[in-house]
């Protein structure tokens, strides 16, 4: 039953895939970049923000 769910649910996802991709026509590839690009600017500025943190403990007052 578990198997059945499962196939269950990947159909589902290709299902709005596809109606996704008819939906965007031809400006799917100009959605996805923009997707991926904001998430990649979000993931770079978090590894900043990381970097910096990780950084002042270290300084002991230095600038």
């Known amino acids: 039953m578990g198997k059945f769910f499962k196939l269950a ?3 589902v996802v290709i299902a709005l ?4 991709a008819v ?3 031809d400006y799917g ?3 996805f970049a923009w997707l991926v690009g904001t998430t990649m600017i979000v ?3 978090a590894a900043g923000a990381v970097l910096f943190d990780t950084q002042e403990p ?3 007052g230095k600038v």
């Open 9 to 11: 649910g990947l159909a």
């Open 17 to 20: 895939a596809i109606a996704l």
């Open 23 to 25: 939906v965007a026509g």
């Open 29 to 31: 590839p100009w959605y």
């Open 43 to 45: 993931l770079i500025a």
């Open 58 to 60: 270290n300084s002991n």
